[in-house]
């Protein structure tokens, strides 16, 4: 015999409880994300967009060039430049570029990812690379 208070006696109450969950799960999701900070950006140098076309042509060069110059990354030290994309999977559709940028003076490389639109999403380092103090 079922109790109609009972969570598991009254379909409505489940239901409740599972959308509740659901719920608190979007809300910690959506706090998660609400903290995290785009990167510093700062004007760069003259001929910081034109070496990164040189490295690899891409449409999102000045705002990843203004991402290395808020993180102090000196145009001098770029070693090189590739660029990832991610395409959604069911449009095809480009949803992201990460510029890896390998600086001369240490391994690995300093990754600035942008979305579709090029607007900067954060600033990491891997592979043994190192952020400049001020970008961490």
């Known amino acids: ?30 706090t998660a994300c609400a ?4 990167p510093p950006m700062a004007v760069p140098e003259t001929a910081m967009v034109s070496t990164l076309e040189r490295f690899s042509p891409n449409p999102c060069n000045p705002a990843v060039a203004s991402v290395l110059a808020g993180a102090n990354v000196p145009l001098s030290n770029i070693r090189s430049v590739a660029y990832g994309l991610y395409r959604d999977e069911i449009t095809g559709r480009i949803i992201r570029y990460d510029a890896w940028v390998g600086l001369k003076d240490q391994p690995g490389s300093i990754v600035v990812t942008v979305d579709d639109t090029c607007r900067p999403i954060q600033i990491y380092a891997r592979e043994g690379a190192r952020l400049p103090v001020a970008a961490r």
Request: glycine share 8%; net charge positive; aromatic share 6%.
């Open 1 to 30: 015999m079922t109790q109609p208070n009972h969570p598991r006696g009254n379909p409505s109450a489940t239901r409740l409880l599972r959308n509740g969950g659901a719920t608190f799960a979007l809300f910690l999701v959506l």
């Open 35 to 38: 903290s995290l900070r785009p």
